[in-house]
């Protein structure tokens, strides 16, 4: 099972990015999926999570700018960011929902700054 994050990037405050998923050796057809970051010096957190039902929760601090999706067929997730502040700046992962701990990818890096 392999969970491969990508789409990271240097962007100013106020840019957008779109971070995807894509697993392979597992469907995510089933599985509550989540985006989590760690930003340097923290511990990992949760971003936000979409239910196998499509249905997306986010923490407070990114409600309103980020969105998370899913694509079943083609398994995979996305996270599209608006609106970024410098403290989004983090290493962006994807995960199921709670976590698996064997199934952290290496994170896709995430840079606001001006």
């Known amino acids: 099972v392999q969970l491969v994050e990508s789409g990271g990037g240097l962007v100013q405050p106020g840019g957008s990015l779109r971070l995807s998923c894509a697993a392979s050796?597992?469907?995510?057809?089933?599985?509550?999926m989540g985006w989590y970051r760690q930003a340097p010096g923290l511990q990992r957190v949760l971003v936000g999570f979409?239910?196998?039902?499509?249905?997306?929760n986010y923490v407070d601090s990114v409600k309103g700018r980020f969105t998370i999706s899913r694509d079943n067929p083609k398994n995979t997730v996305s996270l599209q960011m608006n609106s970024l502040k410098p403290e989004d700046t983090a290493v962006y992962y994807c995960?199921?929902?709670?976590?698996?701990?064997?199934?952290w990818g290496e994170g896709t890096q995430v840079t606001v700054s001006s």
């Open positions: 995960n199921m929902y709670p976590e698996l701990r064997d199934y």
């Open positions: 050796g597992i469907g995510l057809r089933m599985y509550d």
């Open positions: 979409i239910t196998s039902g499509g249905i997306a």
